[in-house]
């Protein structure tokens, strides 16, 4: 990993977070396109005459260089490509922005590179600094396709167990209770039928109408401009919210808090 070949080679990476490391020296952790997530010693960065400190703040995409050094890499040649500057115009832009780079870095493995996850994150970004309102249900989405392309989707389009497509479980259910609702089993991964929700009663489970379903799959499928134009019901977004934490809490490895707690 420590090889030449990397030395003084420019790369494009998204700065997930800043730590401290001595006196003056902070570690830098970031997410390039060629060697995925990556932490490197970035030294006198807490200094007054830093040149570099003000190009590492998290969520800003930046052209770098990282040398490696007898015990771990660092950090050279820092330049902006991009910050999000409209994202520090109010405190919920901040925050938001915050949550979803912790999570990020925390979720994200070491050095295993992915172009869908650093575009996604990219692309994130650039929504979020557009975005004139912003939801916790933006960040949400971005935990549904993050965990997605880390191979956990939910299934919501039919039952896990049966596969009975979603129009004939919410007929069922129609004809049954009178209701168009449908369960949601957080450790089957998504939609059950009426059948087999009886075998998953003990389990983290939610019951969702139509109209939230719809929302989830516009979650994970609507491009970032469209959802821009969102407003979501409070009720909506908590219901949304606590089925996204759960299932993602569920299914990272390393455990996982309410990132908006």
């Not at 030395?7 to 396109?33: G, H, K, W």
């Not at 999570?103 to 869908?116: I, S, T």
């Amino acid at each position: 990993f420590f090889s030449p070949i990397w030395t003084n080679v420019s790369m494009q990476a998204i700065v997930l977070a800043r730590r401290p490391v001595r006196e003056f020296d902070e570690a830098i952790t970031l997410y390039s396109y060629e060697l995925g997530k990556v932490e490197a010693l970035a030294r006198s960065n807490k200094k007054i005459t830093s040149r570099q400190s003000a190009h590492v703040e998290p969520g800003t995409v930046i052209e770098c260089a990282l040398i490696p050094g007898r015990e771990r890499l660092h950090l050279a040649k820092t330049q902006t490509v991009w910050a999000p500057l409209g994202t520090r115009r109010d405190l919920v832009h901040i925050r938001r922005l915050g949550q979803a780079m912790a999570l990020a870095n925390h979720v994200l493995g070491e050095r295993v590179p992915d172009r869908h996850i650093f575009s996604l994150v990219k692309e994130w970004l650039v929504f979020l600094d557009t975005a004139e309102s912003v939801p916790a249900l933006f960040v949400d989405a971005l935990v549904l396709r993050l965990f997605s392309l880390l191979g956990f989707t939910a299934q919501i389009n039919q039952c896990v167990f049966c596969g009975r497509l979603l129009a004939d479980l919410m007929r069922e259910a129609l004809a049954e209770n009178g209701q168009r609702r449908v369960g949601f089993s957080v450790p089957a991964g998504g939609l059950v039928c009426s059948v087999h929700l009886r075998t998953e009663e003990q389990s983290p489970w939610f019951w969702l109408d139509i109209e939230l379903v719809y929302r989830l799959i516009g979650l994970y499928q609507t491009d970032w401009a469209r959802m821009g134009d969102w407003t979501p019901e409070v009720e909506e977004s908590r219901v949304l919210h606590s089925i996204i934490v759960s299932f993602a809490q569920y299914h990272s490895e390393l455990g996982l808090r309410d990132w908006v707690a």
